[in-house]
């Protein structure tokens, strides 16, 4: 029977919504024969302010022994995969109804290797409001996330509404090394070698709040922005250089 993994990173902070994230992941309906797994990576000792099933064996969860920042946690989640395909989903989103359905059915109909999808930012005051991507549904043209990346600083998709093969994550290493924007490495080095398809529907709920890493003081130091957006732009082109085109086949 085929699998979906849904992997989760729980940091100490923000898993007070965890159980929320859980719910939707419940609520989603998958093609016939499909079952999804959920992997849960809890990243160090601390105490969860959340509780999920603990007797759902489509639940797999394991702990770290200290903080290892949510790239690692991922990625070791990775490792755990039993499904031909993987999905995220943060401790603090939501996953909207018919995400990973959507996904499915694109990626088995289209030559999809991987999907993304637009998403609504949900803030404390219960509003949602849609990032305007300016892309239409249907096959991703070569490069054209890389491109928007390039000129305007971020991904035109929030990279949490990936879907992709198993065996093309593991491909490109995963989630790249970094405390911030490791979804946003792994989404263009992804692109660099196979094909994507862009969802319109949002697939997801972006939790907006004050104490969230992507609002720390940490994303806010231009300097090791720099340094990571090097990085990422670096391991695209090396990955574009060697002029391998990935295949499930």
Known sequence: MPMISVITCALPRGTEWLSEAWRSLEDQTLPPDWQWEWLLQ???PEKLRSSVPQDDPRIRITRNPRNFGAA??????????GGELVAVLDADDIMLPGHLSRAIAVMETHGAEWTASSALDMHPQGTRVAFETGLSEGMIPNGAFHTYWQD??????????????RELVLSVGGWTAFPLAADTGLLLAMEAVAPGYYLEKPGLLYRKWPDQITVSSM???EEQRALRNQVIDARVKALRGWGVRWSAA
Do not use: F, Q, Y
């Open 42 to 44: 809890i990243d160090g």
């Open 72 to 81: 690692t946690a991922r990625t070791l989640a990775l490792g755990r995969a």
């Open 152 to 165: 305007r600083g971020i991904p035109p998709v929030c990279p949490a509404t990936m879907v992709a093969r």
């Open 219 to 221: 994303s806010r130091n």
